[in-house]
């Protein structure tokens, strides 16, 4: 909602017709994963490891990208229209993809996708709000101006309180993850983030985007999953792990481009 009160409809279309969707897509929803997969089989990860690893790579661009775009002085229209239009995709290309990837896992079980709940609570926590705040901006564009920084502020404790929960609950999971789960999620995430740069264009500031949305997957949408499907399993406490390991290392490249990078530099 925040960053909805910060654009206009028009700024939205112009930023996703100049993206480069049609490698957006692939790179997000076939190379991510299969990188993903290639990296488990390579560390031989145990298979609730591997599928933990597995939801989320299937599970694209993070509620926090628009976040993420603002600190970093990417395209942050670009960033809003794609977080919001992901949540339509993800609810039916994450399964096909989780279920075409599991076969290619040993020893896992079947997957437990709810299409309708998945896509109601996305569209709620992402594409409703986002909305709405647009709507606002148009329409009550003074009480969008006062709104703007109280939402911001809620949205940011939101957001700390969130993770903070999850992190607490799932903390003993997490501390027996192991390094080389880690370390192979920290490699796709820096594939991916420089494949998502190299891919789109035209600017600086929507390569930036398209590579912030890349690298950062959508823990949100990799726990339903993971309830949803793997309940009482160690899968969970995984998805948290590489969850916030990727939020890391996105705000590592947040800092570098806002304080240190030159126009062009991935």
């Given at each position: 909602m925040a960053v909805g009160l910060r654009l206009?409809?028009?700024?939205?279309?112009?930023?996703?017709?100049?993206s480069h969707l049609g490698w957006v897509l692939p790179v997000n929803f076939?190379?991510?994963?299969a990188l993903t997969l290639a990296m488990a089989r390579l560390i031989q990860?145990?298979?609730?490891?591997?599928?933990?690893?597995?939801?989320?790579?299937?599970?694209?661009?993070?509620?926090?990208?628009?976040t993420f775009a603002k600190m970093a002085r990417g395209d942050l229209a670009l960033a809003a229209g794609l977080t919001a239009m992901f949540p339509f995709l993800s609810a039916f290309l994450t399964p096909l993809?989780?279920?075409?990837?599991?076969?290619?896992?040993?020893?896992?079980?079947?997957?437990n996708f709810n299409f309708f709940i998945i896509l109601v609570v996305l569209l709620a926590?992402?594409?409703?709000?986002?909305?709405?705040?647009?709507?606002?901006?148009?329409?009550?564009?003074?009480?969008?101006?006062?709104?703007?920084?109280?939402?911001?502020?809620?949205?940011?404790?939101?957001?700390?309180?969130s993770l903070a929960f999850v992190t607490i609950v799932e903390f003993q999971t997490i501390i027996t993850t192991g390094w080389k789960p880690l370390v192979a999620m920290a490699v796709v995430s820096e594939v991916?983030?420089?494949?998502?740069?190299?891919?789109?264009?035209?600017?600086?500031?929507?390569?930036?985007?398209?590579?912030?949305?890349?690298?950062?997957?959508?823990?949100?949408?990799?726990?339903?999953?993971?309830?949803?499907?793997?309940?009482?399993?160690?899968?969970?406490?995984?998805v948290v792990a590489n969850g916030l390991l990727l939020i890391f290392l996105g705000l590592l490249h947040v800092a570098y481009w806002r304080y240190f990078a030159r126009d062009g530099k991935p």
């Amino acid at each position: 909602m925040a960053v909805g009160l910060r654009l206009t409809w028009p700024e939205i279309r112009e930023a996703i017709r100049k993206s480069h969707l049609g490698w957006v897509l692939p790179v997000n929803f076939v190379l991510v994963p299969a990188l993903t997969l290639a990296m488990a089989r390579l560390i031989q990860a145990p298979a609730n490891l591997a599928v933990g690893m597995l939801l989320l790579a299937a599970a694209p661009f993070a509620p926090v990208v628009p976040t993420f775009a603002k600190m970093a002085r990417g395209d942050l229209a670009l960033a809003a229209g794609l977080t919001a239009m992901f949540p339509f995709l993800s609810a039916f290309l994450t399964p096909l993809v989780c279920a075409v990837g599991l076969k290619a896992l040993p020893g896992t079980a079947s997957l437990n996708f709810n299409f309708f709940i998945i896509l109601v609570v996305l569209l709620a926590t992402i594409t409703l709000p986002l909305a709405t705040g647009l709507a606002i901006n148009h329409y009550l564009a003074a009480i969008g101006r006062r709104l703007l920084r109280p939402v911001e502020m809620v949205s940011e404790a939101a957001g700390a309180i969130s993770l903070a929960f999850v992190t607490i609950v799932e903390f003993q999971t997490i501390i027996t993850t192991g390094w080389k789960p880690l370390v192979a999620m920290a490699v796709v995430s820096e594939v991916s983030l420089c494949a998502g740069f190299a891919l789109s264009g035209p600017s600086v500031g929507v390569r930036r985007v398209v590579a912030l949305g890349t690298s950062n997957r959508n823990i949100a949408l990799a726990l339903l999953v993971a309830i949803d499907s793997f309940p009482g399993t160690p899968i969970v406490g995984t998805v948290v792990a590489n969850g916030l390991l990727l939020i890391f290392l996105g705000l590592l490249h947040v800092a570098y481009w806002r304080y240190f990078a030159r126009d062009g530099k991935p």
